[in-house]
Nanobody
Framework: QVQLVESGGGLVQPGGSLRLACAAS????????MNWYRQAPGKERELVAR????????NYADSVKGRFTISRDNDKNTVYLQMNSLEPEDTAVYYC?????????WGQGTQVTVSS
């Protein structure tokens, strides 16, 4: 059974950092592309970062380039999103997603709030 569980969200001041984790079960994260999305209140869900299977090629939304880093720990079967220099505009629920043989799987999300 495929399952994605996010953690690491919280309240942080502008300029601060957080590291989100997406713990996977039922499959191996190294074999599939893994994605972080976010959805802010009143806005559509958007792709934030992606890491490809095996070769670890990464892609980022323009709004987070240079501030966020996606990575993968194959031993822990977990994907991370390191978020630095956080801005109020980064406030959102962050979701982990993967697609396996045409089926989308999402985690339950973790809230990130950037506020002073």
């Amino acid at each position: 059974q495929v399952q994605l569980v996010e953690s690491g969200g919280g309240l942080v001041q502008p300029g601060g950092s957080l590291r989100l984790a997406c713990a996977a079960s039922g499959f191996t994260v190294r074999s599939f592309a893994m994605n972080w999305y976010r959805q802010a209140p009143g806005k559509e869900r958007e792709l934030v970062a992606r890491i490809s299977s095996f070769v670890r090629a990464t892609n980022y939304a323009d709004s987070v380039k240079g501030r966020f880093t996606i990575s993968r720990d194959n031993d822990k079967n977990t994907v991370y999103l390191q978020m630095n220099s956080l801005e109020p505009e980064d406030t959102a629920v962050y979701y982990c997603r993967t697609e396996i043989r045409g089926v989308d799987y999402w985690g339950q999300g973790t809230q990130v709030t950037v506020s002073s």
